[in-house]
């Protein structure tokens, strides 16, 4: 299979990732249930008019989407592929709200305009004047993954040579406010950087826009390349282990080939109970990192995963924040990323050096 | 050489029909689904007509055994009746004998609901009930469908506003051509919610009394609601299984206008864009293509700057064209699924539907749809069309099985 590059990072999360020059240095610890993104200054990537308009993850993906482009000297990307679990929510709650609290009078077309769920892509390709292929995948857990499998294989029938990739979701109060009574996040703040010290319930929310420029051929920069992606629809809990073992072997690589396991594990007992069994079944002499408590946790943060792997791999360390067990290892060329959401949609992701 | 991809099954649920033989029928008789609004409670009720499904939710849901349940949404359960007869008429008995996925368009999910329990949450975020806000994201209606239908492997689901299950379909035959998976049930689903009839209000492109695409005195849209689903198979399948095929999909192509959010381009950049690209990729030329199945809205916009990318494409031979939007309304996410529906039985009847309400060609076209019935004509590749928010544009071409 012809390997595909990532040539180019940009990323909007929690942490002060926009910047490519920085890697988790400077990350310190809070006490939330809900974290939100460190934002740059939007005015230096995005015309100053338009940005009065946009709601957050629109301008997130933008400037993420413009930074990785950036990155990796592309002007003009051969398709422009998204994944976002929820869209634009703050645009879709506007219209909502004030279409309920109005009886449906005296309404305005700019969040409705806005709150269809592809328009992060539209608003790059409006600002490229890019009139290739552009799709948004809009599947929970899968929303980032399907764009990534889009993109794969755009790139291997030789329909792209390069494609801007993202996934983001935004976290407003309403969604907060719903999916914590859902369960779905802790009803107390915790300290994220021990927060599987924390036994409550639900996980700490999150948000962010994570883009990479993918190509089948190698850029400037060279980040890593991506071997193969897979999702797993509620798989059956007694088969996960042999699902991922099948998943490395398929793309020719053994367990022992895996340097670092990077898993979604979240602070909620009953989401990372899978975890614990693939960690101690499958993964006990491999080095494993984590992420989440740094992301929070969102539909599509398997993209701040795969961030977070590239950078990895491309310097030849882990930053001791993501550690989670196991010493650092030295030379790290294949990283594994497992990651799933609610214990429906699980995926797996496999990187490696160049 | 990368496999062919067959249309071996269709499926659809519509305001012109409950499944594919009523809106057949309704095709045939020019009978538009487009009427007064009876289900949806709406205080635009009396100002705008709708394309409704002619079956309530407790209907829908009595329909697929889930009497009294109300953990689905009527997104979900459209889809899930639509695709349900998309599998039969695939002759599929073991859904999992071969890689079989589910690709899944939607706009809105279970915004149906989810009006519902804003309303409350509003007032009181404590208030609401939570299993109308379960179901409120695009993928839960996927996945709905999916544990419905016995679907383990890959699914995903897109959302590209109006091209939405035109880039579904898309996909699907992506992934099989690219030999990930064998067989795809792909197609769309969306419900007619108030979010979305007043959306369309404040842009102010709704039609009062049913839409006229390609007229000249058009005035807008209407909406409707629906689900439609293609099963696309591989070759190998199709062989292994000596399988009736209904069509091939021969051709596809998605491009971007980039022009505004919302309208499109004067020049139809975008549309003009998607339909070569799927031209090219079936290696048929503009003339080759015996009708085209337009995006055709009703709105001024979309109209103008379709037609003006048609006749850059078919040049003086414009193949005979009608948007059955006239029938179906705009089903958004569904819409691209239910018009390769209507392609596929326009190739396997032999006859063309027609665009209705047609009256005045347009000032700045020189071409214009046909407004009946056209039986006994030879159809061999059939070109739609579908555009988006966004400047989404995807054309895909649907032939006759040689």
Same mark, same amino acid.
Request: proline share 3%.
């Given at each position: 299979?012809?390997?595909? !590059?990532?040539?180019?990072? %940009?990323?909007?999360?929690?942490?002060?990732?926009?910047?490519?020059? /920085?890697? /988790? #240095?400077?990350?310190?610890?809070?006490?939330?249930?809900?974290?939100?993104?460190?934002?740059?200054?939007?005015?230096?990537?995005?015309?100053?008019?338009?940005?009065?308009?946009?709601?957050?993850?629109?301008?997130?993906?933008?400037?993420?989407?413009?930074?990785?482009?950036?990155?990796?000297?592309c002007a003009m990307p051969d398709a422009i592929i998204t994944g976002t679990g929820l869209g634009c929510v703050e645009d879709t709650e506007k219209f909502l709200t004030n279409m309920i609290r109005n009886n449906e009078e005296f309404l305005t077309p700019t969040s409705f305009i806005q709150s269809t769920h592809n328009t992060v892509s539209a608003q790059i390709a409006l600002l490229l004047k890019c009139h290739n292929y552009n799709f948004?995948?809009?599947?929970?857990?899968?929303?980032?993954?399907?764009?990534?499998?889009?993109?794969?294989?755009?790139?291997?029938?030789?329909?792209?040579?390069?494609?801007?990739? %993202?996934?983001?979701? #935004?976290?407003?109060?309403?969604?907060?406010?719903?999916?914590?009574?859902? %369960?779905? !996040?802790?009803?107390?703040?915790?300290?994220?950087?021990?927060?599987?010290m924390d036994s409550s319930r639900g996980a700490i929310a999150g948000e962010g826009a994570a883009f990479f420029l993918l190509s089948g051929k190698q850029g400037e920069k060279n980040y890593a390349k991506i071997e193969g992606i897979d999702t797993i629809y509620k798989p059956d809990p007694a088969r996960i282990t042999s699902d991922i073992s099948a998943f490395i072997q398929r793309n020719g690589k053994r367990k022992e080939d895996i340097d670092i396991v990077l898993l979604g594990l979240n602070g909620d007992p009953a989401n990372d109970r899978i975890y614990s069994e693939v960690r101690n079944e499958l993964f006990k002499e491999t080095p494993q990192a984590w992420f989440k408590h740094l992301s929070g946790e969102y539909q599509t943060v398997s993209s701040f995963g795969l961030w977070l792997a590239a950078k990895i791999l491309k310097n030849g360390t882990v930053p001791e924040p993501v550690l989670l067990e196991g010493s650092k290892p030295g030379n790290i060329r294949n990283i594994l990323i497992y990651?799933? !959401?609610?214990?429906?949609?699980?995926?797996?992701?496999?990187?490696?050096?160049? | 050489?990368?496999?062919?991809?067959?249309?071996?099954?269709?499926?659809?649920?519509?305001?012109?029909?409950?499944?594919?033989?009523?809106?057949?029928?309704?095709?045939?008789?020019?009978?538009?689904?487009?009427?007064?609004?009876?289900?949806?409670? &709406?205080?635009?009720?009396?100002?705008?007509?709708?394309?409704?499904?002619?079956?309530?939710?407790e209907e829908l849901l009595s329909s697929v055994g889930q009497t009294g349940k109300k953990n689905l949404t009527r997104t979900a359960l459209l889809g899930m009746i639509a695709s349900r007869e998309a599998v039969k008429s695939a002759n599929i008995d073991n859904i999992n004998k071969f890689r079989t996925g589910l690709i899944s368009a939607t706009t809105v999910g279970g915004m149906d609901r989810s009006e519902n329990f804003y309303r409350e949450f509003l007032a009181d975020p404590k208030k609401g009930h939570l299993i109308d806000i379960i179901n409120h994201d695009c993928g839960d209606s996927t996945e709905r469908i999916a544990d419905f239908l016995g679907i383990t492997g890959f699914?995903? &689901?897109?959302?590209?506003?109006?091209?939405?299950?035109?880039?579904?379909?898309?996909?699907?035959?992506?992934?099989?051509?690219?030999?990930?998976?064998?067989?795809?049930?792909?197609?769309?689903?969306?419900s007619v919610t108030k979010f979305t009839l007043n959306g369309f209000n404040t842009l102010m492109i709704l039609d009062k009394n049913g839409c006229r695409p390609f007229d000249e005195n058009r005035t807008g849209l209407t909406l409707g609601e629906g689900a439609a689903y293609v099963v696309l198979e591989s070759e190998d399948v199709m062989k292994a299984e000596n399988k009736r095929v209904l069509a091939e999909l021969t051709g596809y192509g998605n491009a971007n206008d980039a022009y505004h959010q919302t309208a499109s381009s004067p020049e139809g950049t975008g549309a003009f864009l998607a339909m070569e690209k799927a031209l090219n990729l079936s290696n048929?030329?503009?003339?080759?293509?015996?009708?085209v199945n337009v995006h055709g809205t009703g709105t001024q916009n979309n109209d103008l700057s379709e037609g003006v990318a048609l006749q850059k494409i078919f040049g003086d031979k414009m193949p005979p064209f009608s948007s059955t939007k006239s029938y179906t309304g705009h089903t958004l996410g569904a819409a691209g699924a239910v018009e390769a529906v209507i392609s596929v039985l326009s190739i396997n009847?032999?006859?063309?539907?027609?665009?209705?309400?047609?009256?005045?060609?347009?000032?700045?076209?020189?071409?214009?749809?046909?407004?009946?019935?056209?039986?006994?004509?030879?159809?061999?590749?059939?070109?739609?069309?579908?555009?988006?928010?966004?400047?989404n544009n995807s054309t895909v071409i649907i032939s006759k099985m040689n």
């Amino acid at each position: 299979m012809m390997p595909i !590059y990532i040539t180019g990072l %940009g990323n909007i999360s929690p942490q002060k990732t926009w910047d490519n020059n /920085l890697f /988790l #240095e400077d990350v310190s610890g809070v006490e939330t249930n809900c974290l939100h993104s460190q934002d740059p200054n939007y005015k230096d990537y995005i015309p100053g008019d338009t940005i009065r308009r946009m709601s957050k993850i629109i301008k997130m993906g933008v400037a993420a989407g413009k930074i990785c482009l950036a990155d990796a000297g592309c002007a003009m990307p051969d398709a422009i592929i998204t994944g976002t679990g929820l869209g634009c929510v703050e645009d879709t709650e506007k219209f909502l709200t004030n279409m309920i609290r109005n009886n449906e009078e005296f309404l305005t077309p700019t969040s409705f305009i806005q709150s269809t769920h592809n328009t992060v892509s539209a608003q790059i390709a409006l600002l490229l004047k890019c009139h290739n292929y552009n799709f948004t995948y809009v599947h929970r857990g899968f929303s980032f993954e399907s764009a990534l499998l889009d993109s794969m294989i755009r790139i291997h029938s030789g329909d792209s040579v390069t494609v801007l990739l %993202g996934g983001m979701d #935004e976290m407003t109060a309403n969604t907060f406010t719903i999916l914590q009574r859902l %369960g779905h !996040y802790k009803m107390r703040p915790a300290n994220n950087l021990n927060l599987l010290m924390d036994s409550s319930r639900g996980a700490i929310a999150g948000e962010g826009a994570a883009f990479f420029l993918l190509s089948g051929k190698q850029g400037e920069k060279n980040y890593a390349k991506i071997e193969g992606i897979d999702t797993i629809y509620k798989p059956d809990p007694a088969r996960i282990t042999s699902d991922i073992s099948a998943f490395i072997q398929r793309n020719g690589k053994r367990k022992e080939d895996i340097d670092i396991v990077l898993l979604g594990l979240n602070g909620d007992p009953a989401n990372d109970r899978i975890y614990s069994e693939v960690r101690n079944e499958l993964f006990k002499e491999t080095p494993q990192a984590w992420f989440k408590h740094l992301s929070g946790e969102y539909q599509t943060v398997s993209s701040f995963g795969l961030w977070l792997a590239a950078k990895i791999l491309k310097n030849g360390t882990v930053p001791e924040p993501v550690l989670l067990e196991g010493s650092k290892p030295g030379n790290i060329r294949n990283i594994l990323i497992y990651n799933h !959401y609610r214990n429906l949609d699980h995926s797996l992701m496999l990187v490696s050096a160049l | 050489m990368p496999q062919r991809v067959y249309i071996t099954g269709i499926g659809m649920i519509s305001s012109i029909g409950n499944n594919i033989d009523s809106a057949l029928k309704s095709l045939f008789e020019e009978k538009s689904g487009i009427g007064s609004i009876t289900l949806l409670d &709406t205080s635009l009720k009396d100002k705008y007509p709708l394309a409704e499904v002619k079956m309530s939710t407790e209907e829908l849901l009595s329909s697929v055994g889930q009497t009294g349940k109300k953990n689905l949404t009527r997104t979900a359960l459209l889809g899930m009746i639509a695709s349900r007869e998309a599998v039969k008429s695939a002759n599929i008995d073991n859904i999992n004998k071969f890689r079989t996925g589910l690709i899944s368009a939607t706009t809105v999910g279970g915004m149906d609901r989810s009006e519902n329990f804003y309303r409350e949450f509003l007032a009181d975020p404590k208030k609401g009930h939570l299993i109308d806000i379960i179901n409120h994201d695009c993928g839960d209606s996927t996945e709905r469908i999916a544990d419905f239908l016995g679907i383990t492997g890959f699914m995903t &689901t897109i959302s590209t506003a109006c091209s939405s299950s035109a880039n579904a379909i898309m996909f699907g035959a992506q992934l099989i051509k690219a030999g990930f998976i064998d067989r795809v049930i792909a197609g769309g689903t969306d419900s007619v919610t108030k979010f979305t009839l007043n959306g369309f209000n404040t842009l102010m492109i709704l039609d009062k009394n049913g839409c006229r695409p390609f007229d000249e005195n058009r005035t807008g849209l209407t909406l409707g609601e629906g689900a439609a689903y293609v099963v696309l198979e591989s070759e190998d399948v199709m062989k292994a299984e000596n399988k009736r095929v209904l069509a091939e999909l021969t051709g596809y192509g998605n491009a971007n206008d980039a022009y505004h959010q919302t309208a499109s381009s004067p020049e139809g950049t975008g549309a003009f864009l998607a339909m070569e690209k799927a031209l090219n990729l079936s290696n048929l030329r503009a003339e080759d293509i015996d009708y085209v199945n337009v995006h055709g809205t009703g709105t001024q916009n979309n109209d103008l700057s379709e037609g003006v990318a048609l006749q850059k494409i078919f040049g003086d031979k414009m193949p005979p064209f009608s948007s059955t939007k006239s029938y179906t309304g705009h089903t958004l996410g569904a819409a691209g699924a239910v018009e390769a529906v209507i392609s596929v039985l326009s190739i396997n009847n032999d006859i063309l539907f027609p665009n209705l309400r047609f009256e005045t060609p347009m000032k700045e076209l020189n071409i214009k749809p046909f407004t009946n019935v056209m039986r006994g004509v030879e159809v061999r590749n059939i070109l739609s069309n579908s555009f988006g928010f966004g400047g989404n544009n995807s054309t895909v071409i649907i032939s006759k099985m040689n």
